[in-house]
């Protein structure tokens, strides 16, 4: 009996060698997903990979490290609304700044920390021209501010001191100013858990410390979307391509401006798809509209390449999401084109060796050379016979020389006998020589 006890105790004893983590305490999982740069549609499909990365692998908490002056409210909602469906453990970890849309997408994280420098706020909505949009804009990005503080059960009224100057907030800000907190600040007010220098004391503020952490990194493709979504390089790149294109409509062939042009037109559709903007229907359009522009070579008319330019100018709609921001870009876009042609054109038409290929700086004037064509006024009075009828022109023949004229009548028989009376040019009128004979008789 001894026996087997001992012979059980050692086959237990040997197991749990050979399972030496048997027992310990499971480690965590976690991802951090790095928020840098401007908040714009590029972002979101970047954050959307990278959290749906971390549910699919069981991560027990995600760490997004910010460091963002702000930028688009559409695409800092849409970020808001994805982090808000995930049912993994979230903290935002202000590195530097979480600042306008960045404060906002924070507040849809379960929790803050800040490092000792970071600031976060000053989250008012500005247009495209830098100024403070609407009184629409703005009640609606109170309201979504608000919404997003209650959701983490913080002060909304700060959230909103933060979206407008005029909540007034004595003891945190001046009058009329928009509200920034400092570190120190947002945890006394309960918009930070904790005031960390890195990740590593993040995590052991949480009670993770010896996670395993997965730092999730951008693609080449959704960087370059980053940049080409962004609303400043937008109407640069339709600028490129506009001016690519009109410069090569005067360029015999297929040559260097063409090609920038369709670049620039392939990375804008490029970026937007990888972004999740732009769909299969707006790619199809852009081609068919090429087809179309293309086909007015061959065809004359105009119509096809009216419709052709619409369905390419149809189709950049489409791809972008605010259809007045793009229509803005796609204004200024043409404008600038018009802009450097003319700069081009008139600056450096007859500078530089490279236009002077492609543009018409000489004249065909008398003064070098050049005739428009030969004034025979050496027929005038000069008498032949029309080998053709005159309808009212024809040929005739005059010194044994063919030559197109003009009747002076509305119609001239064939073997009539006539005069030169007129020379016009290249128009040489012609009058039958016996009517004029007993005209000159009555005369």
Known sequence: MKKITAAIFLLAAGFFLLMPGW???KQHNVYVIPIQNDVEKGLYAFLDRAISTAEENGADLIVFEMNTPGGAVDAARDIGNRIARTDTRTVTFVHSWAISAGSYI??????????????????????????????????????????????????????????SGKVDLPALKEKGKLLT???????????????????DELLAKVGM??????????TFAESLA??????????????IASLGLVLEMYTPGFGIPGFMGLTALLL??????????????????????????????????????????????????LAGQNVVHMATSLAIALLLAAIFMIILVKVFGKRMKLFKKFILTDSTSTESGYVSNVN????????????????????????????????????????????????????????????????????
Do not use: C
């Open 23 to 25: 027992g310990a305490a």
């Open 106 to 163: 924070a507040l849809h994280t379960d929790e803050i920390y800040m490092a000792p420098n970071a600031v976060m706020g000053a989250a008012a909505v500005i247009d495209q021209s830098g100024n403070t949009a609407g009184e629409k804009a703005e009640s609606m990005w109170l309201a979504a501010m608000e919404g997003a503080a209650k959701k983490s059960g913080r002060d909304p009224e700060i959230a909103k001191a933060m979206a």
């Open 181 to 199: 907190l400092e570190a120190d600040q947002a945890l006394k007010v309960g918009y930070s858990e904790g005031t960390v220098k890195d990740i």
């Open 209 to 218: 410390p010896d996670a395993k952490v997965h730092t999730v990194e951008t």
């Open 226 to 239: 980053r940049i080409i979504t962004n609303p400043v390089v937008i109407p640069i790149l339709l600028t």
């Open 268 to 317: 804008f559709f490029y970026g937007h798809y990888v972004a999740g903007l732009a769909g299969y229907e707006a790619l199809l359009l852009f081609v068919l509209g090429l087809i179309l522009i293309a086909a007015e070579f061959f065809v004359a008319g105009g119509i096809l390449g009216i419709l052709g330019a619409a369905a390419v100018v149809g189709s950049m709609l």
């Open 376 to 443: 025979r006024l050496e027929l005038i009075g000069k008498k032949g016979i029309a080998v053709t009828p005159l309808r009212p022109s024809g040929t005739v023949i005059i010194d044994e020389e063919r030559i197109d004229v003009v009747a002076e009548g509305s119609f001239i028989e064939k073997n009539t006998d006539v005069k030169v009376v007129k020379v016009e040019g290249s128009r040489i009128v012609v009058r039958p020589v016996q009517g004029m004979d007993k005209k000159e008789e009555t005369n």
